[in-house]
């Protein structure tokens, strides 16, 4: 469980967090909406201790991760960047090698390249895997950053908006990898825009607005055109399928 | 690769070999007495100037700065100004040369320090606004100089010029010892980061997600580049270009990302260019002091082409 108190946060003179206090249950896939600019990608950096705590704490498995060692951390989380630009001209396998550092610390044994090459084909990019990465299209280019994340098998792994450039087939493939990798045992958080993603694959989502949670709990109850009308100030269409809610939000 | 890093290996050893014993003549002990300590100091100052650009490089994540075009070639010829102004032309002169050292070394590197690290201390990825600043501040020491210089009288001038050049021979064999160590375990110490350096060049969020404690590794790297910087200048003068054209080179000979290739391999290709220049133009040319000028202008051509390529990563 990644357990969150009274997390405040300020950028210049704008506070972007206002006291936030929240648990992410652990084993379960859990997604973060909210309009832009509504803190979620603060949030996530926070929890992923990308940037310094300024006020409250939080924990993740009942160690706080201000004093867990960095090292350690990595082993058990894995964070993934809404925007990412590397210092070094890679090909796709490298930097899905990079994935397990945290694990060899430089000297990649015979599993670690296994492991590296069971997150390229799972993301399709075995075919790729000897292309400069400037040499991809945005979405395939995700796509290794993702199979990065992957590859590091930390038991949460927490995702800025990883569907953001994929095309649809990819981010269905994505969120069902992730729901595969839960029943694998891992806790996932997601960053998504599309809410419908959040409704169909997400166990719990946690909607944030203007830097404060506006809704927490089960899609059911946080998809409703009631609650996210509110969030995000339009009108909004919800109808079922399958069960699951479905935001008609572009209509 | 490993081809090209023993053919580079062997030619090293040539120049080497060349630039010691080729036209001893009769006083062989006194000539070899004279050129050792300056093909020990040409070696260790270009593996220095190779490292300091590496690791500079990584920690600013662009290939076309240096630290010496981030203000610090000017930095050193105000220093000179400074101390000629302030100790005169006799003070100057009369300085201990280990007090000079000394005293340069400490201070660069500590100039180094504040410099390098206000600027990419918090993670600045905006590679313009380095450049700018650089050239910025650059320009500000340069002035400072040039107003130093107009107070003091034009003989004492003339001796800030003399030492604003760099030269590759005019190397105090009596701080080569203190030198070596310092630079030798600084170059140990970057080899040995090579995998952090790695992780590092991925960028803040990738390397912190890693597990790599990245500030800290920022800071060591940044030390180890002044450190490196502060006694190469010192030794040999303000030099901007070469180390640009080194790491050029260097990324272009191993077509690796790995520092645990590049930082070898641009550690030959400096002391190579030095020797095999310095050789080529004191033995075969007869031109003593040139070399630093060639070598800064094809640096500065260089540059130029990476700018206008947009060649900076
Ligand atoms: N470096 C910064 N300086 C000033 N304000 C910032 C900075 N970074 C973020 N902010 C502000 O913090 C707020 C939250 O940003 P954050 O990136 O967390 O939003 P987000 O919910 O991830 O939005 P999006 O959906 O667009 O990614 C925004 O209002 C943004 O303007
Ligand atoms: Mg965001």
């Known amino acids: 469980m990644i357990c969150v108190k009274n997390l405040s946060h300020s950028i210049g003179k704008t506070s972007v967090l206002q006291d936030i206090s929240l648990e992410i249950p652990k084993g379960k896939v859990t997604a973060l909406v909210g309009p832009n600019g509504a803190g979620k990608s603060t949030l996530l950096s926070l929890i992923g201790r990308l940037m310094p705590l300024q ?65 390229l084909d799972a993301l399709d990019l075995t075919a ?23 590859a590091q098998g930390a038991d949460w792994l927490l995702l800025d908006e990883p569907l953001a450039a994929l095309d649809m087939a990819f981010a269905r493939r994505i969120m069902a990898q992730l729901v595969a990798l839960r029943e694998a045992g891992r806790s996932i958080v ?48 919800v109808t079922q399928i399958e069960g699951k809610p479905l935001v008609l939000h572009h209509l | ?101 000394g005293a340069e070394v400490v201070v660069m590197t500590v100039a180094a320090l504040l410099l390098f690290g206000t600027l990419l201390g918090r993670g600045t990825q905006d590679v313009a606004r380095l450049v700018l600043t650089g050239v910025i501040l650059g320009v500000l020491f340069r002035s400072f100089s040039t107003f130093l210089a107009r107070i003091i009288d034009p003989n004492a001038f003339a001796v800030v010029q003399a030492a604003s050049f760099a030269s590759f021979t005019n190397i105090e064999p009596n701080l080569l ?15 040995w980061l090579s995998p952090r350096l790695d992780v590092l060049a991925l960028g803040r969020p990738i390397a912190i997600s890693l597990g790599l404690s990245h500030d800290r590794l920022v800071l060591l790297a940044l030390v180890i580049v002044a450190v490196l910087v502060a006694v190469s200048t010192a030794l040999v003068g303000p030099i901007a270009f070469f180390g640009l054209l080194v790491s050029g080179l260097a990324h272009e000979l191993t077509g690796s990302s790995r520092h645990a290739r590049l930082l070898p391999m641009a550690i030959l290709v400096a002391t190579l260019m030095l020797v095999a220049g310095q050789t080529l133009f004191e033995r075969v040319l007869g031109l003593q002091s040139t070399l630093s000028v060639v070598i800064e202008f094809a640096g500065g051509l260089f540059f130029l082409w990476l700018l206008l390529k947009g060649r900076t990563r």
Request: one cysteine or more; a positive charge; glycine letters at 10%.
């Open chain 2, 177 to 191: 010892p203190v030198t070596g160590v310092v630079c030798l375990g600084a170059i140990a110490l970057s080899l």
């Open chain 1, 190 to 237: 997601v960053v998504v825009h599309d809410i419908n993603h959040a409704a169909a694959w997400a166990d719990h989502v946690i909607a944030l607005k203007e830097g404060r949670i506006a809704a927490e709990g089960p899609p059911e109850t946080v998809c409703t055109s009631q609650v996210l009308g509110d969030i995000f100030d339009m009108e909004l269409r």
């Open chain 2, 1 to 101: 690769m490993d081809r090209r890093f023993a053919l580079l290996s062997i030619a090293l050893v040539a120049s080497c070999g060349f630039y010691l014993f080729w036209g001893l003549g009769p006083r062989w002990q006194f000539i070899l007495g004279l050129r050792a300590p300056k093909l020990i100091g040409m070696l260790l100052v270009g593996a220095a100037i190779a490292v300091a650009t590496m690791v500079f490089q990584t920690v600013c994540r662009n290939r076309i700065l240096t630290p010496q075009i981030m203000g610090f070639d000017a930095l050193y010829i105000l220093m000179q100004t400074a101390m000629v102004a302030v100790l005169g032309i006799s003070g100057y002169a009369g300085l201990s040369i280990s007090v000079k050292f």
């Open chain 1, 128 to 150: 790729l895997g000897n292309r400069f990465l400037e040499e991809l299209s945005g979405g395939q280019r995700q796509r290794a950053f993702i199979a990065m994340a992957l």
């Open chain 1, 55 to 119: 006020t409250g704490r939080i924990s993740i498995d009942g160690s706080d991760i201000a004093q867990t060692p960095t090292r350690e951390l990595a082993r058990r989380m894995a964070i993934l960047s809404q925007t990412n630009s590397l210092g070094s001209r890679l090909r796709v396998r490298e930097l899905v090698g990079f994935g397990r550092w945290p694990h060899h610390q430089g000297r990649p044994t015979h599993e670690d390249e296994q492991l590296v090459m069971q997150a």
